[in-house]
């Protein structure tokens, strides 16, 4: 069985994000890792070599695949930057249509920079995510 090809790492996410250019993109990073620890009250961990992630929880699907990954996390990309929003962002469109300019991905939202979004409505986005994953993959004491 293989597993997930993204593990959580030891290395620096405030190292990691210090290297994030240019200087917009590196801001927006760190706004969002004080929001996302904030929000989630789990402390950030880098996941493989360029994701930041929060929490982690367990999943198994019918196929048998297995494996943990991070509840939330972000990742400063070149393009934009990407929110990994578990189990995704597209069933609170209530919330999209008020968040500002975006686009969705499965279980990602891409913005090119925080300016063009409300951070109000990501929050609760990131709230709605957050209780969408303790719903569905209650933590456990191990997490």
């Not at 990691?16 to 989630?40: C, G, I, W």
Request: include cysteine.
């Amino acid at each position: 069985m293989s597993s997930n090809k993204t593990q959580p790492t030891e290395h620096s996410v405030i190292k990691f994000l210090t290297a994030v250019t240019p200087e917009h993109k590196r801001q927006d990073a760190f706004t969002l890792l004080e929001m996302m620890e904030r929000v989630s009250g789990y402390q950030a961990k880098m996941w493989g070599p360029s994701i930041v992630g929060f929490g982690q929880y367990h999943y198994r699907y019918d196929s048998g695949r297995e494996g943990d990954f991070m509840r939330i996390g972000f990742s400063p990309r070149k393009a934009n930057l990407a929110l990994y929003l578990m189990p995704g962002v597209t069933r609170h469109q209530e919330l999209l249509d008020q968040l500002g300019k975006h686009k969705t991905g499965k279980s990602c939202l891409y913005v090119n920079k925080l300016s063009d979004i409300r951070l109000v409505i990501l929050e609760q986005l990131i709230e709605k995510a957050l209780a969408d994953m303790a719903e569905k993959y209650p933590e456990t004491q191990e997490q």
